[in-house]
């Protein structure tokens, strides 16, 4: 085992201070620039290392955000991840990054593993199944600011970011009525979560105002994977009436559902129309092309992190900035344009 190099030792090989080679170190004004760069080559040569963990202790802050997502194996949560650690980065902020893989026990794992590594703040996407904010308290305890994005978690103390899941729902049923289905099944995740409750309403609501009725048996819950969507196409099969629509909640599940769907016969839209979310790369992929609805991750990994450090640095009241809805849009391809093919 090599013994840890401490400034001690770089003091005793130059004939200095400790206190000199720790303001050298720090690029302190008082150096000179001969003293600073005889320091930082004899550290370099002698293998130093600087204890930044005690130098946090002292400072009482670390210069790490936190972030906990449900998965990482997943396209749009890669483009949050990017858009958090370029504006974390460019602000001299470093990330711990873990993944819950949507299970309240990791989820609280991974919360009680950023608190001990004393992070400033904590951004999280909830897991599938996270029912409650107890593991989260002990922030909010500490005045460590906590942010919720995507999947977010109602909380007086804690800003939400997240896409209007509701219009985005509505817009997409809508298309799919307009297109001339009439009975639509709608592939949705756990009600728990506010984006898939939220695009259950919106599916309802766009029944409602185009005086169709809402049938529950038309409703799958699942927790939305590319088996959910294989699944969930033996289950319409066995519909009868056969419906003519398909709004699934995310694009992974609705090409699962749509290559069974293709296998068995089903001609897809003229039988039935099939609609997304989240303009996942595969659904350019999948033929027919994927109607969905497209959101940015990239753009709300920024919003979450700006956010998080002008709290931070600003000391920015988060009450003026509670919720933050971004924008997202419709994107129309062949999976659910019926109308085309009866002209």
Excluded: W
């Amino acid at each position: 085992m090599h013994k840890e190099i401490t400034i001690y030792d770089i003091a005793a090989r130059l004939n200095i201070s400790a206190a000199t080679v720790s303001r050298a170190l720090k690029d302190h004004p008082r150096v000179s620039k001969a003293t600073k760069k005889l320091v930082a080559k004899t550290s370099d040569e002698m293998g130093y290392r600087s204890n930044s963990f005690a130098s946090n202790l002292r400072k009482k802050q670390s210069s790490i955000i936190g972030v906990i997502v449900p998965r990482l194996n997943s396209n749009f949560m890669a483009d949050v991840l990017a858009g958090i650690e370029k504006v974390a980065n460019s602000n001299n902020y470093n990330l711990f990054i873990s993944q819950s893989l949507e299970s309240t026990k990791k989820e609280a794992s991974n919360a009680q593993a950023m608190l001990n590594n004393r992070v400033d703040g904590l951004l999280v996407s909830v897991a599938y199944d996270t029912t409650n904010f107890d593991h989260f308290e002990s922030f909010i305890r500490r005045n460590i600011p906590v942010i919720f994005f995507d999947r977010v978690f109602e909380h007086e103390s804690c800003p939400q970011i997240y896409i209007d899941n509701y219009k985005a729902a509505h817009d997409i049923t809508d298309h799919l009525i307009k297109q001339g289905s009439k009975r639509i099944v709608h592939i949705g995740g756990n009600q728990l979560r506010n984006v898939y409750a939220e695009r259950l309403q919106g599916y309802k609501r766009a029944l409602e105002e185009n005086n169709l009725l809402f049938d529950e048996n038309l409703v799958i819950i699942s927790d939305l994977t590319s088996k959910a969507g294989s699944d969930a196409a033996y289950k319409i099969l066995k519909m009868s009436p056969l419906p003519d629509g398909l709004f699934v909640a995310n694009d992974i599940c609705a090409i699962g559902c749509m290559q069974v769907l293709k296998k068995e016969g089903i001609n897809i839209p003229s039988d039935i129309a099939v609609a997304g979310f989240n303009n996942d790369p595969t659904a350019t992929v999948i033929e027919p092309a994927l109607t969905t609805v497209n959101y940015k991750g990239y753009e709300m990994g920024e919003v979450a992190a700006k956010l998080m450090i002008n709290h931070l640095v600003d000391k920015d009241d988060f009450q003026e900035t509670h919720s933050l809805i971004l924008r997202s849009e419709l994107i129309i391809r062949e999976s659910s344009l019926r109308n085309n093919l009866q002209k």
